[in-house]
Protein backbone atom coordinates (compact mmCIF):
# COMPACT_ATOMS: atom_id res chain seq x y z
CA UNK A 1 0.00 0.00 0.00
CA UNK A 2 1.17 3.44 -1.17
CA UNK A 3 0.65 6.39 0.11
CA UNK A 4 0.62 9.56 -1.87
CA UNK A 5 -0.73 12.63 0.63
CA UNK A 6 -1.94 13.68 3.54
CA UNK A 7 -3.92 16.25 4.87
CA UNK A 8 -5.98 17.02 8.07
CA UNK A 9 -8.96 19.13 8.68
CA UNK A 10 -11.75 19.34 11.26
CA UNK A 11 -10.04 16.89 13.32
CA UNK A 12 -10.30 14.19 10.24
CA UNK A 13 -6.89 12.41 8.48
CA UNK A 14 -7.54 11.88 4.44
CA UNK A 15 -5.06 9.53 2.91
CA UNK A 16 -4.54 8.69 -0.59
CA UNK A 17 -3.43 5.53 -1.46
CA UNK A 18 -2.66 2.73 -3.99
CA UNK A 19 -2.45 -0.86 -3.65
CA UNK A 20 -1.51 -2.69 -6.37
CA UNK A 21 -3.68 -0.86 -8.85
CA UNK A 22 -6.59 0.26 -6.77
CA UNK A 23 -6.38 3.60 -6.10
CA UNK A 24 -8.92 4.84 -2.80
CA UNK A 25 -8.79 6.95 0.24
CA UNK A 26 -8.34 6.29 3.94
CA UNK A 27 -10.19 8.94 6.62
CA UNK A 28 -9.18 8.39 10.20
CA UNK A 29 -9.62 10.38 13.29
CA UNK A 30 -7.03 12.80 13.12
CA UNK A 31 -3.28 11.69 15.04
CA UNK A 32 -5.28 7.81 15.67
CA UNK A 33 -3.78 5.08 16.43
CA UNK A 34 -4.77 1.91 18.06
CA UNK A 35 -7.50 -0.24 16.58
CA UNK A 36 -11.07 0.73 15.61
CA UNK A 37 -14.15 -0.16 14.10
CA UNK A 38 -13.91 0.10 9.62
CA UNK A 39 -16.09 0.95 7.42
CA UNK A 40 -15.85 0.02 3.94
CA UNK A 41 -17.68 2.65 1.60
CA UNK A 42 -18.82 1.64 -1.76
CA UNK A 43 -19.95 4.77 -4.29
CA UNK A 44 -22.72 4.14 -7.02
CA UNK A 45 -22.51 3.67 -10.25
CA UNK A 46 -20.56 6.50 -12.47
CA UNK A 47 -19.22 7.98 -9.56
CA UNK A 48 -15.69 7.33 -7.58
CA UNK A 49 -14.42 7.39 -3.92
CA UNK A 50 -14.46 11.12 -3.72
CA UNK A 51 -17.64 11.73 -5.34
CA UNK A 52 -19.49 14.82 -2.56
CA UNK A 53 -21.44 12.22 -0.80
CA UNK A 54 -18.94 9.26 -0.62
CA UNK A 55 -16.55 12.24 1.07
CA UNK A 56 -18.98 14.20 3.26
CA UNK A 57 -20.54 10.48 4.33
CA UNK A 58 -17.00 9.18 5.11
CA UNK A 59 -15.65 12.19 7.13
CA UNK A 60 -18.83 12.76 9.27
CA UNK A 61 -18.48 8.89 9.99
CA UNK A 62 -14.17 9.35 10.99
CA UNK A 63 -15.09 12.23 13.34
CA UNK A 64 -17.27 9.57 15.32
CA UNK A 65 -13.92 7.59 15.54
CA UNK A 66 -14.11 5.28 12.63
CA UNK A 67 -11.52 4.48 9.82
CA UNK A 68 -13.43 4.77 6.54
CA UNK A 69 -12.24 3.37 3.39
CA UNK A 70 -13.67 3.83 -0.47
CA UNK A 71 -11.62 2.89 -3.40
CA UNK A 72 -12.64 3.44 -6.94
CA UNK A 73 -15.02 0.73 -8.29
CA UNK A 74 -13.60 -0.90 -11.76
CA UNK A 75 -14.34 1.02 -14.65
CA UNK A 76 -14.94 4.05 -12.43
CA UNK A 77 -12.83 7.08 -11.38
CA UNK A 78 -9.14 6.86 -12.06
CA UNK A 79 -9.04 3.19 -13.26
CA UNK A 80 -8.99 2.36 -16.84
CA UNK A 81 -12.34 1.61 -18.53
CA UNK A 82 -12.59 -1.55 -20.83
CA UNK A 83 -14.72 -2.21 -24.63
CA UNK A 84 -16.94 -4.42 -22.52
CA UNK A 85 -17.96 -2.37 -19.78
CA UNK A 86 -18.31 0.55 -22.23
CA UNK A 87 -20.84 -1.64 -24.45
CA UNK A 88 -22.79 -2.57 -21.42
CA UNK A 89 -22.99 1.00 -19.99
CA UNK A 90 -24.03 2.56 -23.21
CA UNK A 91 -27.01 -0.54 -23.65
CA UNK A 92 -27.68 0.72 -19.82
CA UNK A 93 -28.08 4.33 -20.87
CA UNK A 94 -30.11 3.70 -23.98
CA UNK A 95 -32.64 1.46 -22.20
CA UNK A 96 -33.34 3.99 -19.36
CA UNK A 97 -34.30 6.62 -22.10
CA UNK A 98 -36.48 4.66 -23.84
CA UNK A 99 -38.18 3.97 -20.81
CA UNK A 100 -37.75 0.81 -20.14
CA UNK A 101 -36.97 -0.85 -16.83
CA UNK A 102 -33.13 -1.28 -16.89
CA UNK A 103 -33.37 -3.79 -14.34
CA UNK A 104 -31.89 -7.08 -16.42
CA UNK A 105 -29.44 -4.49 -17.96
CA UNK A 106 -27.95 -3.00 -14.60
CA UNK A 107 -27.85 -6.32 -12.50
CA UNK A 108 -25.72 -7.38 -15.71
CA UNK A 109 -23.01 -5.01 -15.06
CA UNK A 110 -23.25 -5.26 -11.73
CA UNK A 111 -22.44 -9.36 -11.86
CA UNK A 112 -19.92 -8.15 -14.66
CA UNK A 113 -17.73 -5.87 -12.12
CA UNK A 114 -18.66 -7.85 -9.04
CA UNK A 115 -15.91 -10.81 -9.47
CA UNK A 116 -13.63 -8.16 -9.58
CA UNK A 117 -14.55 -5.63 -6.94
CA UNK A 118 -15.00 -8.42 -4.26
CA UNK A 119 -11.33 -9.27 -4.58
CA UNK A 120 -10.14 -6.29 -4.72
CA UNK A 121 -12.43 -5.15 -1.39
CA UNK A 122 -10.96 -7.88 0.39
CA UNK A 123 -7.46 -7.02 -0.81
CA UNK A 124 -7.47 -3.62 0.75
CA UNK A 125 -9.20 -4.89 4.21
CA UNK A 126 -6.70 -6.97 4.42
CA UNK A 127 -4.02 -4.17 3.76
CA UNK A 128 -5.82 -1.57 5.88
CA UNK A 129 -6.17 -3.57 9.11
CA UNK A 130 -2.36 -4.00 9.33
CA UNK A 131 -1.81 -0.06 9.56
CA UNK A 132 -1.41 1.26 13.21
CA UNK A 133 -4.47 3.01 13.22
CA UNK A 134 -6.98 0.73 11.88
CA UNK A 135 -6.08 -2.44 12.85
CA UNK A 136 -8.02 -5.73 13.00
CA UNK A 137 -11.01 -4.68 14.49
CA UNK A 138 -15.21 -4.97 13.82
CA UNK A 139 -15.48 -4.00 10.04
CA UNK A 140 -19.39 -2.48 8.66
CA UNK A 141 -19.99 -1.75 4.93
CA UNK A 142 -22.71 1.02 3.27
CA UNK A 143 -23.30 0.92 -0.13
CA UNK A 144 -25.97 2.25 -1.77
CA UNK A 145 -27.39 1.75 -5.68
CA UNK A 146 -24.35 0.37 -7.83
CA UNK A 147 -22.26 0.33 -3.63
CA UNK A 148 -25.12 -2.31 -2.61
CA UNK A 149 -25.06 -3.98 -6.29
CA UNK A 150 -20.79 -4.91 -5.87
CA UNK A 151 -21.61 -5.15 -1.60
CA UNK A 152 -23.77 -7.66 -1.66
CA UNK A 153 -21.64 -10.22 -3.35
CA UNK A 154 -18.88 -9.18 -1.49
CA UNK A 155 -20.47 -9.45 2.57
CA UNK A 156 -21.71 -13.14 1.60
CA UNK A 157 -17.99 -14.10 0.34
CA UNK A 158 -16.85 -11.84 3.41
CA UNK A 159 -17.22 -13.29 7.03
CA UNK A 160 -15.29 -9.83 8.63
CA UNK A 161 -17.83 -7.45 7.60
CA UNK A 162 -20.03 -8.02 10.42
CA UNK A 163 -22.74 -5.09 9.77
CA UNK A 164 -24.35 -3.48 6.58
CA UNK A 165 -26.09 0.05 5.12
CA UNK A 166 -27.49 -1.20 2.00
CA UNK A 167 -30.50 -0.12 -0.42
CA UNK A 168 -31.59 1.58 -3.69
CA UNK A 169 -31.24 -1.60 -5.54
CA UNK A 170 -33.60 -4.29 -6.57
CA UNK A 171 -33.52 -8.35 -6.14
CA UNK A 172 -32.73 -8.90 -9.92
CA UNK A 173 -29.37 -11.16 -10.04
CA UNK A 174 -28.84 -10.84 -5.94
CA UNK A 175 -31.27 -13.17 -4.75
CA UNK A 176 -29.05 -16.24 -4.32
CA UNK A 177 -25.83 -13.70 -2.68
CA UNK A 178 -28.35 -12.02 -0.20
CA UNK A 179 -29.59 -15.38 0.84
CA UNK A 180 -25.81 -15.69 1.93
CA UNK A 181 -25.84 -12.55 4.30
CA UNK A 182 -27.09 -13.32 8.25
CA UNK A 183 -25.02 -9.99 9.45
CA UNK A 184 -27.24 -7.06 10.58
CA UNK A 185 -28.55 -5.21 7.92
CA UNK A 186 -30.33 -1.52 7.52
CA UNK A 187 -31.94 -1.16 3.91
CA UNK A 188 -32.80 2.26 2.50
CA UNK A 189 -35.49 2.38 -0.27
CA UNK A 190 -36.97 5.48 -1.79
CA UNK A 191 -40.52 4.93 -2.17
CA UNK A 192 -40.74 6.69 -5.53
CA UNK A 193 -37.83 5.31 -6.98
CA UNK A 194 -37.82 5.92 -11.46
CA UNK A 195 -34.83 3.70 -11.30
CA UNK A 196 -35.53 0.68 -9.02
CA UNK A 197 -39.38 -0.77 -9.02
CA UNK A 198 -40.14 -0.65 -5.38
CA UNK A 199 -41.59 -3.94 -5.50
CA UNK A 200 -37.95 -5.47 -6.31
CA UNK A 201 -36.43 -3.27 -3.82
CA UNK A 202 -38.72 -5.15 -1.30
CA UNK A 203 -37.69 -8.53 -2.60
CA UNK A 204 -33.84 -7.70 -2.19
CA UNK A 205 -35.09 -6.86 1.76
CA UNK A 206 -36.96 -9.70 1.36
CA UNK A 207 -34.21 -12.12 0.14
CA UNK A 208 -31.55 -11.10 2.88
CA UNK A 209 -31.33 -14.43 5.50
CA UNK A 210 -29.95 -11.43 8.61
CA UNK A 211 -32.21 -12.28 11.67
CA UNK A 212 -31.38 -8.66 12.08
CA UNK A 213 -32.78 -6.07 9.36
CA UNK A 214 -34.68 -3.17 9.58
CA UNK A 215 -36.16 -0.93 6.48
CA UNK A 216 -35.87 2.48 5.86
CA UNK A 217 -38.67 3.73 3.84
CA UNK A 218 -38.54 7.31 2.68
CA UNK A 219 -40.52 9.34 0.22
CA UNK A 220 -38.61 10.66 -2.99
CA UNK A 221 -36.57 9.56 -5.97
CA UNK A 222 -33.72 7.54 -6.51
CA UNK A 223 -31.01 10.26 -5.22
CA UNK A 224 -33.28 11.97 -2.75
CA UNK A 225 -32.02 9.83 0.38
CA UNK A 226 -32.67 12.62 3.61
CA UNK A 227 -29.67 13.90 5.15
CA UNK A 228 -30.89 12.16 8.73
CA UNK A 229 -30.45 8.56 7.16
CA UNK A 230 -26.68 9.21 7.45
CA UNK A 231 -27.44 9.99 11.53
CA UNK A 232 -29.17 6.65 11.05
CA UNK A 233 -26.51 4.45 9.66
CA UNK A 234 -24.02 6.16 12.31
CA UNK A 235 -25.78 5.23 14.89
CA UNK A 236 -26.68 1.55 13.30
CA UNK A 237 -22.74 0.95 12.92
CA UNK A 238 -21.80 2.39 16.43
CA UNK A 239 -24.74 -0.10 17.85
CA UNK A 240 -23.35 -3.07 15.91
CA UNK A 241 -18.95 -2.24 15.56
CA UNK A 242 -18.88 -1.21 19.19
Not at 99 to 123: C, D, F, R, T
Request: net charge negative; proline share 6%; hydrophobic share 40%.
Amino acid sequence: MRFSSQTSSADVTEQFFTLDEIPGVLWTPEDARGTRPLILLGHGGGQHKTAPGTVSRARRYAAEGFAVVAIDAPNHGDRPKDEKFGRIAAEMRAGMAAGGNPSGLVAGMHNYLAPQAVAEWQAVLTAVQHLDQVGVGPVGYCGMSMGCGLGIPLIAAEPRIGAAVLGLLGVHGLAEDAGRITAPVQFLVQWDDQMVPRDQSLALFGALASTEKTLHANPGKHGDVPSFEVDSSLQFFARHLS
